[in-house]
């Protein structure tokens, strides 16, 4: 700890070492990487450094070589890639002959930075030589490692937020085009964040999928917005939940069991609840989908297909899907021709007709875009026009009306 402090004061680059595993190569069993072999590699360390370098244990088999005075990156990577080919040699242990592997990460002091900060840079390198495969050496990358601690703030925001309870529901209705009155509405997540205020999917949800937590999220509005539906269906019977699953929760293997589960618990009708996914979801694995699908629809709920028309799908993609339900893309609805050209929500809609399928057209904006759809016999839409998504509270009111 001492010579740590000492040597910070002056020095300039640090390279931390880890051993990443061992061979023994006189095939005896059952060593590890004990004392005797750290030993052995600290002393090789220090004798492949100056004199006046600082070579030090940190915890487990890990090692810091402190190098006052190296100032030139170059210079300090040209060390630890020497300072690993040399542990990379074999070492006497116990009269065992040993080859350690080891991984080193690289990074230099600025001026008047203590040594805990240097230490975690060269932390991070040293990670990141590891997730290339290891052996090797890396140097740190604060463009990297600003992006990774955003990255960790945000996940422990996530699922603080999650403990909290700081998620919600909204829903927005979904209306039958020819009296305009509500049948359904779509579940859509929000984050009532207590800083920021109400924060939309679109800044929180690809990061949640991607850190693993959108089968427990998605779990969570799931069965919200089931209990929900079961309430309106008092008022409104027939009354109709869209649920959206991302693509962790389709591979799932659980889906099914817990989608059930969900039904029971809350005692919502499974033909009443609509379960949507995009293309793109689907099309992982388009046997895997399709057997999941059916799975779910052997359950008695239905499977909408989201944006559609954005994918890349093919029209055999379609007919192997067990689909009941499209939901026509915002950006087809809002192209509407200026006058009464041709357009691809007609095409869209053709096809859905062509393939059995019930359309709901997105992103409805003003009354000529609900007209236009009039028009051409969608029955179903959604948007600004007939209403916003709203919280629970909102929607008991529109049914009550
Ligand atoms: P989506 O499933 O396509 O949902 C429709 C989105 O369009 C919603 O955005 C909605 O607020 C917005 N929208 C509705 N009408 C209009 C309109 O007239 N004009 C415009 N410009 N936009 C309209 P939101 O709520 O921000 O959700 C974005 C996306 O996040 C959703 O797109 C969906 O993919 C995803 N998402 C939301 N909630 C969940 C959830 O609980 N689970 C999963 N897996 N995904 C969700
Ligand atoms: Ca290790
Ligand atoms: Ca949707
Ligand atoms: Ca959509």
């Known amino acids: 700890e001492h010579e740590l402090a000492e040597a910070s004061r002056t ?16 095939d005896t069993h059952g060593h590890e990487i004990g004392d005797g072999l750290l030993r052995a590699a600290a002393d090789r360390l220090a004798a492949n450094v100056r004199a006046n370098d600082v070579v030090a244990r940190l915890d487990g088999d890990e090692f810091v070589v402190l190098l006052p005075g190296l100032e030139d990156e170059q210079a300090a990577i040209a060390v630890a890639e020497r300072v690993l080919t040399e542990l990379h040699r074999p070492l006497e242990v116990d009269g065992i002959t040993m080859i350690v ?4 990460g690289v990074a230099l002091t ?13 932390d991070q390198a040293l990670h990141r030589a590891k997730l290339d495969g290891g052996g090797a050496v890396r140097r740190f990358d604060p463009e990297l ?23 919600e529901v909204h829903y927005q209705p979904i209306v039958d085009l020819d009296g305009e009155h509500t049948v359904g509405v779509e579940a859509l997540i929000r984050w009532q964040h207590p800083e920021k205020g109400l ?3 679109g800044l929180f ?3 949640a999928e991607q850190l693993g937590l959108l089968p427990r999220l998605g779990g969570w509005v799931l ?56 293309e793109s979801v689907a099309l992982v694995d388009l046997e895997e989908s399709a057997r999941i699908l059916s799975e779910l629809k052997d359950l008695g709920v239905r499977i909408a297909l989201d944006d559609f028309g954005t994918g890349f799908s093919s029209l055999s ?34 096809i859905a007709r062509t393939f059995n399928l019930a359309p709901v057209a997105e992103g409805v904006e003003d009354a000529a875009q609900a007209e236009w759809l009039r028009d051409l016999a969608c029955s179903r839409a959604q948007g600004y026009h007939f209403a916003k998504p709203m919280p629970a509270l909102g929607v008991t009111e529109l049914l009550d009306k």
Not at 18 to 26: H, T
Not at 227 to 255: D, H, K
Not at 319 to 330: E, G, N, Q, T, Y
Request: glycine fraction near 6%.
């Open 11 to 26: 020095m300039t680059a640090v390279i931390v070492v880890d051993l990443d595993g061992f061979r023994d190569l006189n």
């Open 101 to 104: 592997r080891a991984s080193a």
């Open 110 to 122: 600025a001026g008047g930075v203590g040594i805990d900060h240097v230490l975690r840079e060269a």
């Open 145 to 167: 490692f600003a992006l990774e601690e955003q990255r960790r703030k945000a996940e422990g925001d996530i699922i603080r937020a999650l403990d909290l309870g700081e998620f």
């Open 199 to 201: 924060v939309p999917p």
């Open 205 to 207: 949800l690809e990061l």
């Open 223 to 278: 069965e919200e917005a089931c209990r929900q539906a079961v309430n309106w269906q008092r008022q409104f019977p027939g009354f109709e939940m869209n649920v959206n699953l991302s693509a962790s929760q389709l591979s799932n293997p659980n889906l099914v069991a817990e989608v059930r589960a969900v039904l029971e618990r809350t005692g919502l009708e499974p033909e009443h609840l609509v379960l949507e996914l995009t």
């Open 317 to 350: 993609h379609l007919s192997a899907l067990p689909v009941d339900v499209v939901k026509i893309d915002r950006s087809f609805v809002q192209a509407m021709p200026e006058s009464g050209g041709a357009s691809v929500a007609e095409a869209v809609l053709h």
